[in-house]
């Protein structure tokens, strides 16, 4: 006899826990590297190329999407992306209809101070409050302040829109839901490449169908981009974890490891969630740019800037450094002005002094290399003057990526003191039969990043090129490496605390 009580209640309990996992969850917020992600895109696919003959039921259903996922990213506060994105939206229409360059220019500077307001308190309220009650001694209490996720970047995205429809660049969407789906887009949504308008907005006026080529040149940076997220930068991780977590416990070798596993791990961590988000983009028939382009083989830190997170470095270029003179205005403006813009650009990443110091030193290593170019042009390019110059730019990068990842100040301090006050080189082969996988993991890593770029180019080709039953191979090994030496549990990306 069929017990109906019986399946009742279990009927109920599986749409309790089924809404359960729709729901927003402050402690596992949505990932690119989470199953349920890639549970609901596969589900949304087919939906989204049905749609894709209809621009107006395409752009409705892609941001009620977008929304979703940025509300199981970040919760109730998807309705503050979409109150912002009606405000520069309506901004952009008085910038377009106003007839004076004042007005305009009183309209733009509305919108650029209303969206630093809203970022400046979310990531900078208790940063200042703090400092500020340090210098009179007062009794600081933290606001119960909630940072969403992505705010910098779409943050950073809308300014670029405003600033461009006051110089002409582009003409604001004709409706605001346009700009809606561009602001809100959900692979460049949380953690960037900070997308421009005047690139993105003409390939949704254009509603192209993705081609066979961009679809499975999206998979197979996917691809790469699980591969570098979920396979490399959390299994080095856990070991990286240790060093910074308490660096008084470890010695100079140890300790180097540690500083050089956080190199390669903030590099596969937010390159590989840079490539599944183009790639994601590209099987839905958009371009968002490269994000990155092998940055560890710089020979200067102002290549270093031109190949590590491209979207960032040549925003603050085009919207901070070119408007506050660039190297129009003399030698010591322009050495100014590459300080100026590597200081804020080190605050933007987070509301913490050391984030100040290592975007300071950054500007000032820019400053120094420009300031030098007389004397490195009349130096031979050889292989002795190539392999020091990239030495020397590898070694600072990574010793600034302490400043990043340490939990103070002088903890990176302990840090950089240790490998230089506790080196025993005899240590070394200690250290790789204790750790031989991660040695492994992190040789492999840095042969594939110096080969030429040219080869990964020739890859995807192959891999585009091959039949399908070679496409599931490829997947089903990447897939099986990640199980196989994927941590307990799903890690956030480091970029999405910024």
């Known amino acids: 006899m069929i017990n109906f009580s019986n399946m009742w209640q279990d009927a109920t309990l599986a749409l309790r826990n089924i809404g359960e996992m729709l729901s927003y969850d402050p402690s596992a917020p949505m990932l690119f590297s989470s199953g349920l992600f890639w549970l ?5 696919l087919p ?22 996922f940025y509300y199981k990213s970040s919760g109730l506060f998807f309705l503050m992306l979409m109150g912002t994105s009606w405000i520069d939206w309506m901004i952009s229409r008085g910038i ?39 210098m009179v001694e007062g009794n600081f209490q933290p606001l119960d302040v909630i940072l969403p996720v992505g705010i910098s970047f779409y943050t950073f995205q809308s300014i670029s829109y405003v600033v461009d429809v006051y110089k002409k660049r582009i003409r604001p969407t004709r409706r605001w839901i346009d700009y809606l789906f561009f602001l809100s887009f959900f692979p460049a949504l949380v953690a960037g490449p900070i997308v421009r308008a005047d690139y993105f907005l003409p390939q949704l006026e254009k509603n192209e169908r993705p081609t066979s080529a961009m679809v499975w040149s999206g998979l197979w940076l996917i691809i790469i981009g699980i591969i570098k997220k979920a396979l490399i930068a959390d299994y080095i991780a856990q070991y990286n974890d240790l060093i910074f977590n308490d660096p008084a416990l470890y010695t100079g070798v140890q300790t180097l490891m540690g500083v050089l596993g956080y190199t390669m791990q903030i590099y596969c961590d937010f390159s590989g969630y840079s490539d599944m988000a183009i790639g994601l983009a590209l099987i839905m028939g958009f ?15 102002t290549e270093f800037w031109r190949r590590w997170h491209i979207s960032l470095s040549s925003w603050l270029r ?12 003399g030698t010591l403006r322009t050495y100014l002005n590459n300080f100026l813009t590597m200081l804020i650009g080190g605050l933007w990443h987070g509301a913490a002094w050391k984030f100040v110091f290592w975007g300071a030193m950054h500007g000032v290593g820019l400053a120094v290399h420009k300031a030098c170019q007389p004397v490195l042009k009349r130096i031979p390019d050889n292989f002795l ?16 990526w302490v400043f990043f990842r340490a939990a103070s100040f002088e903890d ?12 025993r080189w005899d240590q070394i082969p200690q250290f790789a039969e204790a750790r031989p996988e991660w040695c492994i993991m992190m040789g492999v890593l840095i042969v594939f990043h110096f080969l030429p770029t040219k080869w990964g180019e020739w890859a995807e080709r192959m891999f585009v090129r091959s039949p399908w039953v070679i496409k599931f191979g490829v997947f089903l090994i990447a897939v099986q490496l990640v199980i196989e030496f994927m941590t307990s549990e799903v890690a956030p990306f480091i970029y999405f605390q910024f």
């Not at 609901?40 to 949304?44: E, R």
């Open 96 to 134: 377009h209809r106003a007839q004076t360059r004042r007005v305009r220019l009183a309209w733009m500077w509305l919108s650029i101070i209303i969206s630093l307001s809203i970022l400046g308190y979310f990531k900078y309220a208790n940063f200042f409050l703090w400092n500020w009650n340090r």
């Open 40 to 44: 609901l895109f596969i589900l949304m």
């Open 385 to 400: 003057t190539v392999f020091i110059s990239w030495a020397l730019t590898f070694t600072y990068v990574s010793l600034l």
């Open 318 to 329: 085009d919207y901070l450094y070119i408007p506050l003179g660039g190297n129009r205005k």
């Open 287 to 301: 371009r968002l740019g490269i994000n990155f382009n092998a940055p560890y083989q710089s020979r200067s830190l």
């Open 47 to 68: 939906v989204y190329v049905a749609l894709k003959g209809s621009r107006g039921k395409m752009v409705l259903f892609v941001v009620l999407f977008s929304l979703y």
């Open 412 to 423: 990176s301090i302990l840090i950089i003191g240790n490998i230089f006050v506790d080196f």
